[in-house]
């Protein structure tokens, strides 16, 4: 889906739930007449948004909104959430949207935080593949998949059309062996559009019995296709992990904020020195800490906003401003300063009535005590209007205890391995670039502590830790974590102001900062990718350039820094999503950053069944295929998001969980514990793909299918593969080289592309798995000719 598309402009509007047009702010005017002010955010819940079909879906796209990734399709229509405030959800009713059930509240949150205080395999094969296409080649299915989950049984379908989206395409199935096909059910997909270009068709439904055959049928063409299902995820019998040995899991009891968990990966250094070791990251964030400010006045046009230049909890807290009315005639306007209180009286008229501006306080204060305050009018106003006489006592505004500490912030890895000298293959998780996402930094805490407390009873544990070199960095985002914590629960961004004065008043501090999974050098807002903002508003600001914030240097510094990093997980919420890159596109035309190497995608997929598989056993959940692949193919474009970064810059395998699907905080005893689990499951999983991945030393094979021969005309010939590879040929009679051409998937979510043999060829070619092993240890920078070779005579 195609979210959070555009400068959110529209949204800001809503934001001060004042009908100001929204190009004032742009050219730096507001309305200089007499408006009521905002004096605190507006406090949002996370909402559903009902819409009918795929234009009112762009409708609600393009307002801007801060929609959350899971979009449910259904039969009639699309079901997502957003974080909405009331007056954005009245402005959406006014749109004619369908606004429905309330998913949290801050008094759901309130709850949490009172039940937060009590507690203080590999699979063989690729499922990634065309299954099956009509005779023209006009229809497609790219996957048919069953799975049996904790929701109970699905199907999922995905098929591709020439005719695009114009084509109905429906899909019939049986119930189980020996019954017809349509005897279990018949539907129609969806069609799958993004950024004005058609991807395929898709659809999931629930079924009684697992189908065994399914028929796929183009209301275009009339074609059919008949296939058997897949099942997706299966379990077997022992489980993957833990089989034997008593595996301890289950270490975390309550959601943590960044300092405990801090603490905790502190704590497991200090408890496993052999084992594991801090490293500081570099880049200090700037700090849980805010200037202190009061806003006085009554209108826009009389109000004023004042900032302490100290931190609030550096003195700025201690400060008062007071706004006096002499009531006598003839008095100058004059400031004053006792202590931590400065007092301004302003000036009078013969009659003894006040006439001193806004304008004319602001330029009187910044004069008087500007090495205590500094003042400025209220979003862009000129001030015009008179004063009011006020007293306001300064404040930050933050309500963490006073164990939250002020200061800038170390961000800190927990480093893991027997061995810690960068001799083993390196594996970055991280997590909490989203302050909000509470659930991700115990992700991280609780693998941390089964693969220290694992490790001397459990053999594939100490496989794991002796051959390894793990990064767990549990929050990337700690300033916006401890404001999430204690402040705003629906925090996403950084805690940094980069908003000029006009924005800077009280009432918009929740929604200041950075997106970090925007900020990042690849694929950028700044290189012309689509999905992040100039507003410093929005959910989704980028930042003033790429890497400005400290927080994304810091994980961008550990690849640069360890070189042996090869894998990552970067892990969000929620969603149930597993993605890895393309992680942006361009628009027009949606041309996303280059797609990876055919080998390399299909070891993306390979390893992401048993990393998925893993997750399953915990409870049954389901990552499900429509969740599963590039982020570009099966969520909305991010310009400038980590995993690009990581992978395009650093050739890392970098992988995305968008864990759970219940909200940014659920409840922790019946849901976000379990989240916990089930995907520490499958970071354990994660660990155990890069080893084998290591520990690959198996050549691939490979043939041309059909292959060497005489044939009476043009013939279509695939490459086959004993594992997944990337194809090197030439079809010129040349030895293949590393700058050959690769066969490349065939298209979105397709299978490998063929080539058609028109003419009498010799074709040379030579595969490479994606843990680099080359086929026959052919050297094709070399002078060898021990590549594969294969001659087609075409006659007549
Ligand atoms: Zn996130």
New binding site residues.
């Given amino acids: 889906m195609n979210l959070r598309k555009s400068a959110n402009t529209r949204w800001f509007a809503w934001l001060l739930a004042l009908a100001l047009a929204t190009s004032m702010f742009a050219s730096g005017a507001s309305a200089q007449t007499d408006e009521p002010l905002q004096e605190e955010p507006e406090r949002a819940a996370l909402v559903e948004v009902h819409v009918a079909d795929r234009t009112e879906l762009d409708r609600l796209v393009a307002t801007g909104a801060d929609l959350i990734s899971a979009v449910e399709e259904t039969s009639d229509g699309y079901t997502l959430s957003a974080v909405l405030t009331p007056s954005q959800e009245a402005e959406l009713r006014s749109q004619g949207f369908s606004v429905g059930d309330t998913v949290q509240t801050q008094e759901d949150v309130d709850a949490l935080r009172a039940e937060r205080s009590q507690a203080l395999q590999s699979k063989s094969g690729l499922s990634f593949q065309t299954l099956a296409e009509s005779e023209t080649g006009a229809l497609k299915v790219l996957r048919a998949d069953y799975f049996d989950g904790s929701d109970g049984e699905f199907l999922s379908v995905e098929a591709k059309s020439e005719a695009g989206d114009d084509d109905t395409i429906t899909v019939s199935w049986d119930s189980g062996a020996d019954t017809e096909i349509g005897d279990g059910g018949t539907i129609e997909l969806f069609d799958f559009v993004d950024a004005g270009v058609y991807l395929y068709h898709r659809r999931q439904f629930s079924v009684d019995t697992r189908p065994e055959l399914i028929e796929v049928t183009s209301g275009d063409t009339g074609e059919s296709v008949t296939l058997s299902v897949v099942e997706w995820l299966p379990l077997d019998e022992s489980g993957n992990q833990g089989g034997n040995s008593p595996y301890l899991t289950d270490f975390v009891d309550h959601y943590m904020d960044p300092t405990e968990v801090t603490e905790r990966i502190e704590q497991l250094a200090a408890e496993f020195p052999d084992l594991a070791e801090i490293v500081e990251l570099p880049y200090q964030t700037n700090g849980y800490r805010r200037h202190a400010q009061a806003l006085l006045g009554t209108l826009t046009t009389n109000a004023v906003v004042v900032n302490s230049v100290a931190w609030g909890h550096e003195g700025g807290n201690d400060l008062t401003v007071e706004f006096v009315d002499p009531a006598l005639a003839d008095s100058p306007l004059s400031v004053s300063v006792t202590g931590n209180d400065v007092v301004l009286s302003g000036a009078t008229n013969a009659s003894g009535a006040l006439v001193t501006t806004a304008a004319e306080a602001v330029a009187a204060l910044n004069a008087a005590v500007g090495d205590l305050i500094y003042a400025h009018t209220y979003r862009g106003n000129a001030g015009s209007g008179v004063i009011v006489a006020e007293f306001e006592e300064l404040t930050d505004n933050l309500s963490a205890p006073e164990h939250i500490s002020r200061d800038p912030w170390t961000v800190k890895a927990l480093r893991i391995g027997a061995h810690r000298d960068g001799s083993r293959l390196g594996v970055l998780a991280y997590a909490q670039?989203?302050a909000r996402?509470w659930v991700t930094p115990l992700v991280m805490v609780e693998t941390a502590e089964r693969l220290l407390r694992n490790y001397a009873h459990d053999g594939e544990t100490r496989q794991l830790v002796n051959n390894l070199d793990i990064f767990i960095v549990p929050t990337v985002n700690p300033d916006g974590g401890h404001y999430s914590f204690y402040d705003f629960n629906f925090q996403r961004k950084t805690m940094l102001n980069h908003c000029d004065d006009n924005l800077s008043d009280p009432a918009l501090r929740d929604n200041w900062g950075v997106d970090t999974?925007r900020n990042y050098a690849v694929g950028s807002l700044f290189d012309g990718y689509d999905g992040a903002s100039t507003f410093c508003l929005s959910a989704v600001f980028s930042g003033p350039s790429e890497l400005s914030e400290p927080e994304s240097r810091n994980i961008a510094w550990l690849p640069d820094t360890f070189s042996n990093i090869e894998f990552a997980m970067n892990t969000?919420?929620f969603g149930n999503y597993f993605m890895w890159s393309p992680g942006a596109y361009s628009v027009p035309g949606r041309v996303t950053l280059p797609r990876p190497d055919f080998g390399d995608e299909a070891f993306f997929w390979a390893a992401s069944q048993q990393i998925l598989t893993a997750i399953k056993e915990h409870r049954d959940t389901v990552v499900t295929p429509a969740r599963t692949g590039p982020i570009a193919d099966v969520l909305y474009s991010a310009a400038g998001n980590s995993g690009d970064h990581l992978w395009y810059d650093d050739g890392i395998f970098a992988w995305n969980f968008e864990v759970g699907d219940a909200g940014f905080q659920p409840t922790f005893d019946d849901e976000g514990h379990d989240q916990a689990l089930e995907f520490s499951n499958g970071l354990i999983e994660l660990f155990r793909v890069a080893y084998q991945y290591d520990n690959d030393n198996q050549r691939p094979t490979s043939s041309l299918v059909p292959g060497q021969g005489r044939y009476d005309g043009p013939v279509e010939m695939v490459f086959e593969a004993s594992e997944p590879v990337t194809i090197f040929y030439t079809l010129d009679g040349s030895a293949p080289t590393s700058s050959s051409p690769t066969i490349q998937s065939a298209g979105v979510r397709e299978g490998a592309e063929s080539i058609t043999i028109l003419e009498t060829t010799t074709v040379n070619w030579f595969a490479v798995d994606a843990a680099g092993n080359i086929e026959r240890n052919y050297n094709p920078d070399g002078n060898a000719n021990n590549y594969n070779k294969a001659r087609v005579t075409i006659s007549g």
Avoid: G, R, T
């Fill in positions: 670039e989203h996402e999974n969000h919420s």
